[in-house]
C-alpha cells in the first residue's frame, strides 16, 4: 500500500493563478481531510469528506474547494491564489471507527508570490 | 479561549530524562484525544490515543487524560535526542469526524 500520496511536493503560484492539489489514500478509508499548516503553527482543517460525494467546511474554508468523486480522491482546488496562501497543506485519511487514527501524507509545500 | 492549547515550548529535557507535554481543551463533551508526533519538514504521525480517563502506557510513552480539569498530558520516559520533534495535541468534538488541533510543543532533547 501507498497509504496517502499527494501531488505536487511543491509549487510556487503568481497571485490570482489557481490551482489543484492532488490527493489520493488506497487505504479504502471513508473519510478524508485537507489541512494546512503555517509556519510555527498546528494544523488547520479546510474541508473535510466522510464519504463519496459528501463534503463539508472546516475551520478556514474561505478560497478553496473540494469535491469527492470516489472513495479513493479528494482534490483540493485553489482559486485566485493569494500570499495569504502560502502553506504547507496536508491530506490526511481515516476509518470511521472510534479511533479516527489520521494517515497523512507528505505534504505539499506551496508559495504564492 | 483557544479551542485545545498547548505550550509551545522550546522545552529542552536532557537525555535519559523524562518530557512532560500538556495539552488543554476548552470542549467538556470532548471524547477522544491524540497526540502525534511531527519531525521537521515532515507529516504528522500518530503516537497515541486516549478516551478513557487515567493513563494509557505504550513503551516509553505515556498518555494521560483528565476530563474533569480538561487537560491530556503525555509523558516519555528514558528520552532520546531521535525524540526530538514538535508534539501535537488533537481533540475530537463530540459528534464529528474531525480534529482540533493545538499549535504543537517543540521538544529538545539534549545529548
Redesign the interface.
Known amino acids: 500500500n501507498a497509504g496517502v500520496t499527494q501531488t505536487p511536493k511543491f509549487r510556487i503560484l503568481k497571485i490570482g493563478q489557481s490551482m489543484t492539489l492532488q490527493c489520493t489514500q488506497d487505504m479504502n478509508h471513508n473519510y478524508m481531510y485537507w489541512y494546512r499548516q503555517d509556519p510555527g503553527m498546528g494544523l488547520k482543517l479546510i474541508y473535510y469528506s466522510v464519504g463519496a460525494g459528501i463534503t463539508d467546511k472546516g475551520e478556514v474554508p474561505n478560497g478553496y474547494n473540494v469535491s469527492r468523486s470516489t472513495t479513493e480522491d479528494f482534490p483540493l482546488r485553489l482559486e485566485l491564489a493569494a500570499p495569504s496562501q502560502t502553506s504547507v497543506y496536508f491530506c490526511a485519511s481515516s476509518y470511521p471507527d472510534r479511533g479516527y487514527e489520521q494517515y497523512f501524507g507528505p505534504g505539499t509545500r506551496l508559495t504564492v508570490t | 479561549q483557544k479551542e485545545?492549547e498547548?505550550n509551545?515550548g522550546p522545552l529542552s529535557v536532557p537525555e535519559g530524562a523524562i518530557a512532560s507535554l500538556n495539552c488543554t481543551y476548552s470542549d467538556r463533551g470532548s471524547q477522544?484525544f491524540?497526540w502525534y508526533r511531527q519531525y521537521s519538514g515532515?507529516?504528522?504521525?500518530?503516537i497515541m490515543?486516549i478516551?478513557s480517563n487515567g493513563d494509557k502506557e505504550d513503551g516509553r510513552f505515556t498518555a494521560q487524560l483528565n476530563k474533569a480539569s480538561q487537560y491530556v498530558s503525555l509523558l516519555i520516559r528514558d528520552s532520546q535526542p531521535s525524540d526530538s520533534a514538535t508534539y501535537?495535541c488533537?481533540v475530537?468534538p463530540p459528534g464529528t469526524?474531525?480534529?482540533?488541533?493545538?499549535?504543537?510543543t517543540r521538544l529538545k532533547v539534549l545529548a
Open positions: 485545545v498547548q509551545s477522544s491524540f515532515k507529516s504528522p504521525e500518530l490515543f478516551y501535537l488533537a475530537s469526524y474531525k480534529y482540533i488541533f493545538g499549535t504543537g
